[in-house]
C-alpha cells in the first residue's frame, strides 16, 4: 500500500491563498460541506479549511478538522490536480470521514469543470 500523507506543502496556511480562492468565486455544495476552489502552480491539489464557531463548541470544531483533514489525505489521488480547495462544514452537519471523502471528490471534480484551464505564461517554458 502507497503511503497517502498530509504534508504542509498540500495544505493551504497564508490569508493571501484563502483570500485567492474565494475571490474566484467558484464554489458547489452539498448537505455537508462547502467547496471553495480555483486553480495553483502546484503539482497536485491544496487543501484549506475554514471552521467557525458557528459549527460548534471547540471539541466539535476539531472533529470537524481531523475528518476534513483525514478524508482529504484518502481522495487526494482522486482529486483533479493543481487545483486548491478551501472546505467550509454546513451548520448542522456532523463529521464523517466516509461521506466527507465523497463529498469532497464529487465537489471537487465539479468546480475543476466550472474553472478555465490555467493560462500558461511565458515564463513557465524557461
Avoid at 9 to 24: A, H, N, P, Y
Avoid at 26 to 38: E, G, K, L, R
Avoid at 76 to 100: E, F, I, M, S, T
Avoid at 113 to 120: F, G, I, V
Amino acid at each position: 500500500m502507497t503511503q497517502r500523507r498530509f504534508p504542509k506543502s498540500s495544505r493551504l496556511v497564508k490569508s493571501e491563498e484563502f483570500d485567492r480562492v474565494f475571490s474566484q468565486r467558484c464554489s458547489a455544495a452539498d448537505d455537508m460541506i462547502i467547496v471553495y476552489a480555483a486553480r495553483s502552480s502546484f503539482s497536485g491539489p491544496r487543501l484549506g479549511m475554514v471552521v467557525s464557531r458557528k459549527c460548534g463548541n471547540a471539541v466539535f470544531r476539531n472533529q470537524w478538522k481531523r475528518s476534513l483533514r483525514e478524508a482529504f489525505r484518502l481522495t487526494q489521488h482522486k482529486l483533479p490536480r493543481q487545483l486548491d480547495l478551501v472546505v467550509l462544514p454546513c451548520r448542522g452537519a456532523a463529521p464523517n470521514v466516509r461521506r466527507l471523502q465523497n463529498s469532497l471528490k464529487d465537489l471537487a471534480l465539479k468546480n475543476a469543470a466550472k474553472l478555465p484551464a490555467r493560462e500558461t505564461k511565458p515564463e513557465d517554458h524557461l
